[in-house]
Nanobody
Framework: VQLQASGGGLVQAGVSLRLSCTASVRTFSSYAMSWFRQAPGKEREFLAAMTANGGSIYYASSVKGRFFISRDNAKNTVYLQMNSLKPEDTAVYSC?????????????????WGQGTLVTVSS
């Protein structure tokens, strides 16, 4: 399984950005998906997770209400809509995938990782 994340860039504080992550897999609907980020000098941080069927979603408290995860199984793609971006949102954003029907929120629970896309938010 290969994951390709895209959509990052340099933006000003307050704007919105949507990240995409496309999976090269035949049965995307069997994979739980999530987004994580890692800021310079900090540990990887969980952001959002969605079950394989899209029925359950969980957000980290740090982004709840600003970030929204969604998926399009027909396009093998998961999205992260990020609103009201702040300079502290600056990080490399990565998507992760694993087969399973549960909601997974810990990095070690995921088998496949994308290469990450850099988001830089200027003040």
């Amino acid at each position: 399984v290969q994951l390709q994340a895209s959509g990052g860039g340099l933006v000003q504080a307050g704007v919105s950005l949507r990240l995409s992550c496309t999976a090269s897999v035949r049965t995307f609907s069997s994979y739980a998906m999530s987004w994580f980020r890692q800021a310079p000098g900090k540990e990887r941080e969980f952001l959002a997770a969605m079950t394989a069927n899209g029925g359950s979603i969980y957000y980290a408290s740090s982004v709840k209400g600003r970030f929204f995860i969604s998926r399009d199984n027909a396009k093998n793609t998961v999205y992260l809509q990020m609103n009201s971006l702040k300079p502290e949102d600056t990080a490399v954003y990565s998507c992760a995938a694993r087969e399973g029907t549960s909601l997974y929120t810990r990095g070690y629970e995921y088998d496949y990782w994308g290469q990450g896309t850099l988001v830089t938010v200027s003040s």
